[in-house]
């Protein structure tokens, strides 16, 4: 038995080494490529080579390149020793979208034995033909061993909105993809493949990842340590996504902080008593006389005009309003809403905290900050990322 064992061990140590002079002997054939880590994609459609951003997102790439050298460790031990993706297919091809493959089962439903967080950098995006990127089926960890490369730009695929702040992952159609290479040969290759006939999606004769290969070209690419970075880095992606998302509410803050000041300077000449709460959120409010405070247990009928800081109307339960803006509906609902007046109230939190100031028959005008309003996410499509508003608000009654 030992004498099998080592004889095992033997055999695995004589592929690695065979794997690494394989890719070694591979950047012969490309010259002209700058120093880097690459994968070399070799298909029964001929070659594609991409450059792996091992820099900006060292565990993405750590996990790819330790599963095309059967070094990750956190593949069964049945699998190491093993180049993963070799004999593998793309086996969802879409035509102006995208090739994807990495799917041991070959359908769109396997993966390598486990799954891992998602790891993003502001500088990289789904922004041109031949981005590779991890392929998940949704949230902030699902990802295994499919990738897929992209044919046309598609930056609803980034996990950045537009302006910089990071999606919510786990929200419902929220698409967040690892950004991790980008192919430098081979675009050509990409097109054909993309280009071949499918069933709905998948290649009606299988086009096969006939080997991959991890090439190292300068002293920084050959320190790379594969196994090393992802487990020591795997485990803190939570951290860093976080400090990635503290940094973007950061900005969020000091963008609405210039928004505030504008507002207040805009409506300095506007009667009613200003409160500056220290949440951000900005009030300009003319009491009612004798206006009756409503109870926690009740509902109130609140009317209202959301604005965009730059004075565009968002949307209005007044009839008037909505003429006065051009955006009359002669179908719409210009009516006010019922709103129970407690803190389970199912708005905003910088409308819900102003409405419950006031009593009825009171008018305000509330500057609400992005992140007290539809935060990072907006409300598509007409609530973009990160939009401070405003709103024109009274209580005109209680339900019964």
Not at 172 to 182: A, I, K, Q, T, W
Request: glycine letters at 8%; aromatic letters at 8%.
């Amino acid at each position: 038995m030992k004498i099998i064992k080592q004889s095992m061990k033997i055999s695995s140590m004589l592929m690695l080494a065979l794997m690494s002079l394989s890719a070694s002997c591979d950047k012969n054939n490309y010259p002209d490529i700058e120093d880097g880590l690459y994968a070399e994609f070799q298909t029964t459609k001929g070659t594609m080579v991409a450059k792996l951003f091992y820099d900006k997102v060292p565990v993405v790439v750590a996990n790819f390149v330790g599963l095309a050298e059967g070094t990750h460790p956190k593949l069964a031990d049945s699998l190491k020793g093993k180049p993963f993706y070799n004999g593998l297919t793309f086996h969802r091809v879409m035509d102006k979208f995208m090739i994807q493959g990495g799917d041991p089962l070959g359908n769109g439903m396997g993966d390598p034995g486990f799954k891992f967080m998602s790891e993003f950098d502001p500088s990289l995006s789904h922004d041109k033909a031949g981005i590779l990127s991890m392929a998940n089926s949704g949230g902030w960890d699902t990802n295994g061993s499919q990738f897929f490369i992209t044919e046309v730009p598609k930056t609803n695929l980034d996990g950045f909105y537009q302006d910089g702040s990071l999606k919510n992952c786990n929200g419902r159609r929220v698409s967040c993809h690892s950004v991790f290479g980008e192919l430098v040969i081979g675009l050509d290759i990409q097109d054909s493949i993309s280009n071949v006939a499918v069933n709905g999606t998948k290649p009606v004769e299988d086009i096969v990842i006939t080997a991959l290969n991890i090439i190292r070209k300068g002293k920084d690419a050959k320190s790379f340590d594969a196994p090393k970075v992802f487990t020591e880095q795997e485990p803190k992606l939570g951290d860093k996504i976080d400090a990635i998302r503290e940094k973007a509410v950061e900005a969020a803050k000091a963008k609405a902080k210039m928004a505030a000041d504008t507002f207040k300077k805009e409506n300095a000449n506007m009667a009613g008593d200003v409160f500056e709460s220290p949440t951000g959120m900005i009030m300009i409010s003319n009491k009612a006389a004798n206006g009756k405070k409503p109870t926690s247990a009740q509902k109130v009928l609140v009317d209202c005009s959301a604005y965009f800081t730059n004075g565009s109307l968002l949307y209005t339960t007044i009839a008037d309003v909505a003429k006065a803006n051009n955006q009359y509906n002669e179908g719409g609902a210009y009516k006010p809403f019922s709103m129970i007046y407690n803190e389970s109230a199912t708005l905003v939190s910088g409308f819900k905290e102003a409405m419950l100031k006031m009593n009825v028959g009171d008018k305000a005008r509330v500057f609400v900050p992005s992140y007290l309003g539809y935060g990072a996410a907006g409300r598509p499509p007409r609530v973009p990322p990160n939009t401070d508003l405003y709103f024109d608000i009274e209580i005109v009654g209680i339900t019964k």
